[in-house]
């Protein structure tokens, strides 16, 4: 059995398993990255439960991951995982994207 195999699609279900893309994604990135934590998303009115990582850097991804998907992430990434209403976001990740548009306004020439 492959790791994607865990996961099946959630056919738009609340709470249902996560994309096979989306986690196949996760797994990527998570691996191209260092220092990667998981900060889990609740269930909002307009979208299921939804992880985001973030890297060392502050850079970040985001998944809807359903309320299963989000269960097993720890031991499926082998990383951290924190509930983002408890903790909050890093510092790192606001950082990394102030830095993101103060880069972009120089390219446009700002």
Known sequence: MGLLDLF???????????DPEYMAHLVAWTRSHYGVEAFVEPRTTVSD???VLVAHD???????????????LSSTLNIPVYDARRVGYPQRMRDHDARQRILTRRAQGY
């Not at 099946?8 to 398993?17: K, L, T």
């Not at 502050?58 to 097993?72: I, L, S």
């Open 8 to 18: 099946g699609r959630s056919g738009g279900a609340r709470g249902g398993d996560v």
């Open 58 to 72: 502050g850079e970040w991804t985001r998944r809807v991951v359903g309320e299963r998907g989000a269960h097993r």
């Open 49 to 51: 439960v939804s992880v």
